[in-house]
């Protein structure tokens, strides 16, 4: 899944990079992040953190583009009192820190050509450190990856944007035998600079 990812993403690049004609932007990104994770082990609703990073906005004309990026999210996540099911390692109320590097490739559709744009597209996470573990014998709690799917919408105000996007988790980050299934839902509200 990540060799189709990277494909995906070095194909746009390539394609962007052909279309002469439009626009490309280099920007700065920053904002909150609320996170949580679907599955018994965990407790019912968002935790807040953080994301920055960068990105490259590449319109190849003026309502359709690409905007790849790069940024680093932390967040927090808890685990719940039930746990019947579950393997007896995992305790309740461990709060554990998840820190991801995430690469978003979003295409941008402004559908007016207006300052209103539309954006939708995968994420792929790759898992930085998740603080302690949530098994008592030390084994990873959490896989490497994470691929998401984000919808949400961007203002362009002159070099400003300001973004909201809500993303699911596709695949199981769960990497504890025995155990449900770990998806992830993440809300962002931010704010970037194009230059």
Known sequence: ???????????????????????????????????????????????????????????????FGIQPEVLFNQTKTETGSNLNSLTTNIRPGVVTDLKYLSIPVLINIRPSGGPLMLQFGPQFGIMMDDGQTLVSNGGAAFKNGDLSLLGGVQLKLLMFRVYGRYGIGLTNISDVANSDAWKSQMVQLGVGINF
């Open 1 to 63: 899944m990540k060799k189709i990812f990277f494909i995906c993403l070095m194909a746009a690049a390539g394609f962007a990079g052909a279309q002469a004609q439009g626009s490309f932007k280099i920007g700065v990104r920053a904002g909150s992040t609320m996170y949580k994770i679907d599955g018994q082990a965990f407790k019912k609703g968002f935790n807040y953190g953080y994301h920055l990073g960068g990105a490259l906005e590449i319109m190849f004309n003026k309502k």
